[in-house]
């Protein structure tokens, strides 16, 4: 008896093995029609209509990316609130400088860092 359950042990301990999971996001496109653009020094945040938001960090060049207000644009994104543990009673609130409160629908970064400048 005693080889039997020294056998089964082995096994029992191989089966309890955990997978290790990794939690990540492809880059996709969306085309979006911009009502909206918040600023600060380091980000631009772009509101849809569908009131999804468009985080895009600012490089150090002077370049500018003109877009104009009521217009559909492309971008190559990453889904954060796809990646974000909601509960119940998590809001889906962007906060910029602790002041602007942007509520948001979904929420994505742009790969492309760039400024944004209103026509």
């Known amino acids: 008896m005693k080889n039997i359950l020294f056998l ?6 191989c089966n309890c093995q955990t997978n290790n999971i990794k939690i990540s996001s492809e880059p996709i496109n969306i085309t979006r029609k911009i009502i909206s653009v918040k ?3 380091m980000v631009s945040v772009l509101v849809a ?7 895009i960090f600012k490089p150090n060049t002077n370049n500018c990316t003109k877009i104009k207000l009521g217009k559909k644009y492309s971008f190559k994104v990453t889904c954060v609130s796809c ?4 509960g119940a009673d998590s809001p889906k609130i962007y906060t910029l400088d602790g002041s602007t ?3 948001y629908k979904n929420y994505y970064t742009s790969e492309e860092d760039q400024n944004i400048c209103i026509k």
């Open 8 to 13: 089964f042990f082995p096994a029992i301990m």
């Open 101 to 103: 409160i942007i509520m």
């Open 49 to 55: 209509d569908n009131k999804d938001i468009i985080e």
């Open 83 to 86: 990646l974000i543990q909601q």
């Open 39 to 41: 600023q600060n020094k």
